[in-house]
């Protein structure tokens, strides 16, 4: 019987919203906040905080002193309870949820001759998640491509997310002043963005362009790769953003890889752990063009999810 008692249960919140739980022992917490997670859902709201300066993510442990079993159980607790928006169980656990500010929804669609449409969507996490920029979860394979959004209360971002209209949000601050706290910015833009990128012009354009990287840890994860640095460039191999990934090998060694979402190289091995690291952050502009591909989405496909404990 296993009497290690080290795993612990933890929530991830955004603004007070808590839209991931797991579990874990050590540093496991730590990746909710990391911007390198293996979760796309905290790696964007990481970069909408580091760019956008969204709210960051705040994590706080639930439960500890517990075995690897007794947390996973109580995890899966915590995730059907919540749903939380960045676990992949939702469509899998299904729970009815109620606009609670319903009512006040409804008198402000009416005052701005819109529609009220959410009565025909299907919300798969919180529905106060509307009110933030980040938006709430919907299965669109329940919802009819005939609701007319564009006359509606919200609009549809990244496909499947539904946020309320700025005007509509505005609106209903009106009513509830309190619902503030779903979209003021409190966290001023980080320094480490460039100057030249702070005008609301372009911040949104950098914003996307920051996402590629989230996109690009999620493919070397799926591949099987556990980096312990890593350094990303805007106009890396073949043109596109890529991400340079050190990783540990079991033998002592180093192993530099460039990732995009297209391919992934191993550039170069290393005995010494200085040597390697500099070799990543170095500034000129590609690693050696006859790199050994291990990885291309043309011949090996897209990769599966990955799969964490």
């Known amino acids: 019987m296993n009497s290690d008692k080290s795993y612990y249960v933890y929530a991830a919140?955004?603004?007070?919203?808590?839209?991931?739980?797991?579990?874990?022992?050590?540093?496991?917490?730590?990746?909710?906040?990391?911007?390198?997670?293996?979760?796309?859902?905290?790696?964007?709201?990481?970069?909408?905080?580091?760019i956008m300066g969204d709210e960051p993510v705040v994590t706080d442990i639930l439960e500890w002193k517990l075995t690897k079993e007794k947390a996973e159980q109580r995890e899966a607790v915590y995730i059907k309870r919540y749903h939380p928006i960045c676990n992949s169980q939702l469509k899998t656990n299904s729970k009815k949820f109620k606009v609670s500010f319903e009512d006040e929804l409804r008198v402000v669609a009416n005052s701005l001759h819109l529609k009220y449409v959410l009565n025909q969507v299907t919300f798969l996490a919180d529905p106060y998640l509307l009110l933030t920029k980040f938006g709430v979860l919907v299965e669109n394979s329940r919802y009819s491509d005939k609701i007319d959004f564009d006359s509606s209360v919200c609009e549809v971002v990244n496909d499947n997310r539904l946020i309320l209209k700025d005007i509509v949000f505005d609106a209903l601050l009106s009513l509830e002043p309190s619902f503030s706290r779903f979209r003021s910015a409190n966290v001023h833009i980080r320094n480490t963005m460039p100057t030249d990128f702070q005008s609301e012009i372009i911040k949104p354009y950098y914003y996307e362009r920051c996402l590629e990287f989230a996109k690009i840890e999620e493919v070397f994860y799926s591949v099987g790769f556990r980096p312990i640095a890593n350094k990303h460039r805007w106009d890396g191999r073949d043109g596109l953003p890529s991400t340079r990934y050190l990783v540990s090998e079991d033998d002592d060694s180093y192993t530099l890889y460039e990732a995009t979402t297209k391919k992934i190289v191993l550039a170069e091995r290393f005995n010494d752990f200085?040597?390697?690291?500099?070799?990543?952050?170095?500034?000129?502009?590609?690693?050696?063009?006859?790199?050994?591909?291990?990885w291309n989405d043309v011949d090996c496909g897209t990769p599966k999810k990955p799969f964490f404990i």
């Open 13 to 50: 919140k955004y603004r007070g919203i808590i839209v991931y739980v797991g579990c874990g022992k050590d540093s496991r917490i730590n990746h909710c906040k990391s911007g390198s997670s293996h979760n796309v859902g905290l790696n964007e709201l990481y970069f909408r905080y580091k």
């Open 274 to 294: 200085n040597a390697a690291f500099n070799s990543m952050c170095r500034t000129r502009k590609y690693i050696r063009k006859g790199a050994l591909v291990v």
